[in-house]
């Protein structure tokens, strides 16, 4: 299937599939004459790089995970359990961050609110 063809399976842009393409995420065959020829089975693989995307994964990450989340159940390797491991690490950091981010906010305007002039 073509790029375009690709892309409106799967809700996305050529251009995005193009970078998906550069970064290893897609693969496609050419046709004689340049064209980029896609199989069947890059649909599936698009969709859940877009999932993976959504769940604040990065590019390099999901390159890594996409063999073993296409292998077979028995065929999958530590390499997944540690990567997966990482993400749920990272975005727990990034959560206490949020949190202690949002505790001196509220501080801040809890302080600002009890000493603002009266009917200001």
Known sequence: MRIGELAEATGTSPRLLRYYEEQ????SNRT???WRDFDESM?????????????GLCSATINELLPCLEAAPEERT????RLLAQ?????EAKR???????????????????TAPAGA
């Open 43 to 55: 649909i599936e693989r698009v969709v859940m790089i877009q999932h993976l995307l959504a769940a």
């Open 32 to 34: 004689p004459g340049g």
């Open 96 to 114: 206490r961050d949020i949190d202690r981010e949002l505790d001196i906010l509220q501080a801040l305007r809890q302080d600002t609110a009890s």
């Open 78 to 81: 530590g390499v997944m359990e």
């Open 24 to 27: 290893g995420l897609v693969r």
């Open 87 to 91: 993400e749920v690490a990272r975005l």
